[in-house]
C-alpha cells in the first residue's frame, strides 16, 4: 500500500509540473535575470573582455592583366593569403547609465601579425591592385569634364597610374601615397597616408550605447546609439537609416529557429539580419546556425526595401553589391561577400578569378538557443571599387563599367576550451532542472512496476499457501480412510472356485473381486 500510495502521487505530481510547465519556467526565468550587463556578473566580465580568440584574416586579388583591362579587355586576378591577425577587442571607459538600463562603451581593436597562420610576410610580400586614391580622385572630380581634364593632365604629371604594386602591410596599414601628398596642402581635411585599415589598429569604431536586458532581456546587448545618434543619415530612407541589433558579439537568451536576428556593422554602414539555417554542433555544444538570406543585398526589384540603401534615390546597382560611397568619404567603395557569393552572375562573369561557395564564403553565426552565446562565427566581406569610363581621363575611355575586387577578410571565432567546458556545464544544470518533472514522472513510473510485481508476487505467494492447505486437508482425510476400512486379499481365483463358498458371499462375474467382511444379518434384528 505505501508503495502505491508514493507512486500514485509521483505520478500526479510529474504529470502536473509537466503540464504547468513550472520548472522550466523557473529556470528560464533565472536566465534571463542572470544573462544581463550587471557590473559583477561573469557575462558582464566576459562582454568586457572576451576570451575566445578572434582571427582576422586578409587576403588580396593581385591583377595579372591590367593593360589588358585598360584596354578593355577582361581583369584577371589571382587570389593571394590568408595574412593572418590576432584580433583583441577590449572594451574601455565602460559606463553605466539610466538606472542600468544602458552602458556606455567604446570598443578599440588591435591586431598583431600571426606569421604561423599566414601565407608569407606582408611587409615583402607585393600586391597590384587598383590604386583606389587615383580612382577616388577621379570619381570626386567627374561632374565637371574641364576639371577632370585639368586633374587627368596634373596626374600624368607627377605619374599616377591607374594600378599600384605595393606591399601588403602597405595596403593594409597604410603608406604616404604622392597624389594624396600634393593634395593634402590645398585640402587639409585629405590625408596623406592610404590604407584599408589605416588606424585602425588601437582605435575604436566610435561610441556605442547598449541594452544591458536588465528591463527586457530581448534587448540584451542591443546599440541604442552610435557615436550619439540613434540611427544614420545617410541613405535614402528611414527604415534603411535604422541602427538594429547588436554588434554581433551578444543576443539574447531562449533564441527561436523563427526570429531573425539584426547586427549593426559600421564596416558595412548598415543594419542587416540573419536567419536560421540549420541544426550545428561545436565542441560538444549545441547551436543554431543563422545567416544572412540572400534578401538583404537583394536588389530592389526582388527586396522593395533595399532601394533606400540606392544614394542618390534611383541609383542602384544590382543584387549582391552594396554601394558604400556615403559613408567612405566619397570613394567608390563597393562591398560584397567574397568572390561575390549571392550576387548577380554578371559581377562574378566580369571577373575572371572569381569562384563563390558557400562553404569558403558565407557570413554565419552559430548560436548557443538557451543562452544566446556565440560558439562559432564567421564574418566574411569583400571591398571593391567601382570603375568606369570618367570623361576627361584618357586612360579610361576604352573601360567598361566593372566592379573591381580588391581584398576580403574572414573573422573567425570559435570558443575556446575552457568557456566550452562552463557552457557545458551551465547546458546540463538546464537539462536536469527543466526536466526534472520528466524525472519525478519516471521515478512514479518505476515505482509502479515495482507495484505490479509486488501485486503479482502476492497472489502468487497466497496460490501457493491454498495449494499447500489442500494437499495437507487431502493427505489427512485419506490416512483417516485408510484407518476406517478394511480390506482383503484381491482374489484372482476363476468362478467355479468361489461357488464352493458360502451362499452368503455375492458371485462377481466380471472378474475380480475385493470381497469385505462379512455381516451378521441376525445383529440388524436385534
Known amino acids: 500500500y505505501a508503495t502505491g500510495i508514493i507512486c500514485a502521487h509521483l505520478l500526479i505530481v ?50 595579372t592583366n591590367p593593360e589588358e583591362f585598360l584596354a578593355g579587355g577582361k581583369p584577371a586576378v589571382t587570389q593571394i593569403g590568408p595574412y593572418t591577425y590576432r584580433e583583441y577587442r577590449m572594451r574601455e571607459n565602460v559606463t553605466f547609465i539610466e538606472n542600468g538600463t544602458k552602458v556606455f562603451a567604446k570598443n578599440p581593436k588591435s591586431f598583431v601579425f600571426l606569421p604561423e597562420m599566414s601565407v608569407g610576410d606582408p611587409e615583402v610580400d607585393l600586391v597590384r591592385t587598383v590604386n583606389i586614391p587615383a580612382v577616388s580622385v577621379m570619381d570626386a572630380v567627374k561632374s565637371s569634364f574641364w576639371l577632370s581634364s585639368l586633374v587627368s593632365i596634373w596626374m600624368n604629371s607627377i605619374g599616377v597610374e591607374m594600378f599600384m604594386t605595393r606591399t601588403v602591410h602597405e595596403i593594409l596599414w597604410g603608406f604616404k601615397d604622392p597624389l594624396l601628398t600634393r593634395l593634402h596642402p590645398m585640402k587639409p581635411e585629405i590625408e596623406e597616408y592610404f590604407g584599408l585599415m589605416y588606424k585602425k589598429n ?110 542618390p534615390a534611383g541609383e542602384c546597382l544590382g543584387a549582391g553589391v552594396l554601394k558604400v560611397s556615403v559613408c567612405r568619404k566619397g570613394a567608390p567603395v563597393v562591398v560584397s561577400f567574397p568572390h561575390f557569393y549571392q550576387a548577380d ?51 579610361t575611355k576604352n573601360l567598361n563599367e566593372t566592379i573591381f575586387p580588391v581584398m576580403f577578410v574572414n573573422e573567425t571565432v570559435v570558443i575556446d576550451e575552457e568557456s566550452a567546458v562552463k557552457m557545458k556545464n551551465l547546458l546540463l544544470i538546464v537539462t536536469v532542472v527543466s526536466n526534472c518533472p520528466l524525472i519525478i514522472v519516471g521515478l512514479g513510473a518505476i515505482m509502479l512496476v515495482i507495484l505490479i510485481i509486488l501485486i503479482c508476487r502476492a497472489r502468487q505467494i497466497k496460490n501457493e499457501v491454498k495449494r499447500i492447505d489442500f494437499s495437507e486437508a487431502f493427505h489427512s482425510f485419506a490416512t483417516t480412510a485408510k484407518e476406517d476400512t478394511a480390506y482383503t486379499q484381491v482374489s484372482d481365483k476363476p468362478e467355479e472356485t468361489l461357488e464352493n463358498h458360502s451362499s452368503t458371499n455375492q458371485q462377481l462375474k466380471n472378474g475380480p473381486y475385493i470381497s469385505m467382511s462379512p455381516i451378521d444379518t441376525e445383529k440388524c434384528f436385534d
Not at 528560464?28 to 562582454?47: C, M, Q, S, Y
Not at 531562449?254 to 565542441?283: G, M, P, Q, Y
Not at 571577373?351 to 569558403?360: F, H, L, Q, Y
Not at 564564403?361 to 544566446?372: A, R, V
Open 202 to 311: 588601437g582605435t575604436s569604431e566610435g561610441e556605442f550605447v547598449y541594452y544591458t536586458g536588465e528591463a527586457d532581456y530581448r534587448d540584451y546587448g542591443k546599440i541604442s546609439t552610435w557615436n550619439g545618434q540613434s540611427k544614420m543619415s545617410w541613405w535614402s530612407s528611414n527604415e534603411s537609416n535604422m541602427i538594429n541589433g547588436s554588434d554581433g558579439s551578444t543576443f539574447h537568451p531562449l533564441i527561436s529557429k523563427n526570429e531573425s536576428l539584426f547586427i549593426f556593422t559600421a564596416d558595412l554602414c548598415r543594419s542587416i539580419h540573419l536567419n536560421f539555417e540549420k541544426d550545428v554542433e561545436v565542441k560538444g555544444i549545441p547551436a543554431y546556425r543563422f545567416s544572412p538570406p540572400p534578401e538583404v543585398l537583394a536588389s530592389p526589384e526582388d527586396n522593395p526595401a533595399n532601394a533606400g540603401f540606392c544614394v
Open 345 to 395: 552572375q554578371k559581377y562574378i562573369d566580369a571577373i575572371e578569378g572569381m569562384s563563390p561557395n558557400k562553404e569558403d564564403h558565407e557570413t554565419f553565426l552559430d548560436l548557443n538557443p538557451t543562452t544566446g552565446f556565440p560558439i562559432r562565427a564567421c564574418k566574411r566581406a569583400q571591398l571593391n571599387i567601382l570603375m568606369s569610363r570618367v570623361y576627361g581621363f584618357p586612360q
Open 14 to 63: 510529474g504529470i502536473a509540473l509537466v503540464v504547468a510547465q513550472v520548472f522550466p519556467t523557473i529556470i528560464f526565468n533565472r536566465l534571463k535575470k542572470e544573462i544581463t550587463l550587471t557590473d559583477g556578473k561573469d557575462v558582464f566580465e566576459a562582454w568586457k573582455n572576451p576570451t575566445p580568440p578572434i582571427y582576422m584574416q586578409y587576403f588580396f586579388f593581385n591583377v
